[in-house]
């Protein structure tokens, strides 16, 4: 013990002064005995984990259809049973929204929506509330371009009581002018307040140079000042006559609920509803061909002008197509790519590559007429123009060269999350069963878009890629004007239309 400890030591000692030990004596016996080769590498020992397993190629989803019945008076019904959780979402949807506001009354479906939970049946604005907060319910009312939408979501055992609050919302809006006046006054101080919202400008702006002044799409959904003022409660009342109709209306029931539950809740509370007269944005009556309407040619640069404002929105806007072109599907995979993401194109070059914004994005919009394909940013206002020339280079390379393998797997790998994410709970399914009601889908469309998508090929999609080409788009920018118009000259761009903060474009003014 004692020897080895003391040959351990030396050997620690020569190594601290960089000296070889001498080896000890050893008996003669042992200095004859041969000395071995040394060992040969060992092989590497197997992994304890075992080899890396190789993931299947992924399962497509495909999205439950709903069971489509007939209710009362035109009422169609999709019907989703999930038995998983006591929870039951409804979505009614009908065909009429703020396309259909008539000439001079932009917004009126927006506010004909936001008046129908305003008192219902025999319950105030104020029992309303009161009544579906009880329950543990949520109910809202809102309009979009192509149709009005009102949903609940509830636990099961309310089901009954809140269906009927939601019936009487639908169905027997009370329309006090009490109720009409500080909801309309609300109504108008947003829209005042609109105009302080850069981003919201921006999507005013970018529609009505796109489409053109009096067209369906032409104003935003919440509607304009100038027409606000002007719509009373008898116009109200008017288009809800017309909108609100159950041949009109799509009832989407997803949750644990059976068939006989749903039908037998409709035909209770909904069963007395009808429609009479022209529905809300039918063709009138053929007298003679009308007149063709002047062609919109949208400007190529609009400017909106914010002294003294920090940032810029720019946008990129040119036409897109309808919800139900089969296009549509496989353009979202090119827009995911190129902005409808956070690692997509347009946010990493202006975000992440050079600082001058929190994001960027762009769109196809969903709606059933053809609609618009709009790439929007918040920049620094120092870098508008810089950012507006990445912001088209990027939108020209998509059109060049379309999408790269790798982008192709990525997007259709988020599209299958995004869809199973859209059907994940019972209150989004039933949401998304409106949308496609309002749209005039089919109950089954998300299903096949999807399968359309997966299949997608490059050559397919960079075919498609010029439908995001910047040739001819208009630019929208609102921002600082003084500080902005160098960096528009200096890439390029000639001198932009000045608009205001409504869509309008802004006369000169006249010299003396």
Known sequence: MRARNAGALI???????????????????????????????????????????????????????????????????????????????VSVAVASGSADDPKGAAGLAHITADMLDEGAGQRSAVELSSAINDLGATLSVGARADGSVATLSVLKKNFDKAFSLLADVVARPRFEAKEWKRVSELWQNDLRKRGDDPTRVSALVSTAALYGPGTPYGHP???????????????????????????????????DITRDEVMQAIARDLGAWSGKGAPAGAAPADKGAPAAAPAWKPPRLVLVDRPGAPQSVIAVVREGVAASDPRRPLLQLVNTALGGSFTSRLNQNLREDHGWSYGAASAFSETKRPGAFVARASV?????????????????????????????AKVQAQDRADLVSAYETVNRTALRLGTL??????????GAASQARQQATLAGLAELARAVDPKGATLVIVGPRQEILPQLQAIGLGEPEAWDVEGQPIQPKKTP
């Open 11 to 89: 050997a620690l000692l020569a190594a601290a002064v960089g000296c070889e030990p001498k080896a000890p004596a050893q008996s003669p016996a042992r200095a004859e005995a041969p000395q071995k080769a040394p060992p040969a590498a060992a092989a590497q020992p197997a992994d304890p984990l075992g080899p890396k397993p190789e993931l299947p190629k992924p399962q497509p989803f495909t999205p439950p259809a709903p069971v489509v019945l007939d209710g009362p008076n035109g009422i169609k019904v999709w019907l989703l049973e999930r038995h998983t959780l006591p929870i039951v979402a």
């Open 221 to 255: 959904v919440e509607g304009l000042l100038a027409d606000a003022k002007s719509i009373g409660l008898p116009a109200v009342k008017a288009f809800y006559k017309a909108a609100w109709r159950p041949d009109r209306a799509v009832i989407s029931v997803v949750g």
């Open 380 to 408: 620094v206002a120092e870098a508008t123009g810089p950012a507006l020339k990445e912001m088209l280079a990027e939108l020209a390379k998509m059109a060049d060269s379309g999408l790269t393998r790798d982008e192709l």
């Open 437 to 446: 009601a309002r749209l005039s889908l089919p109950e089954t469309f998300d």
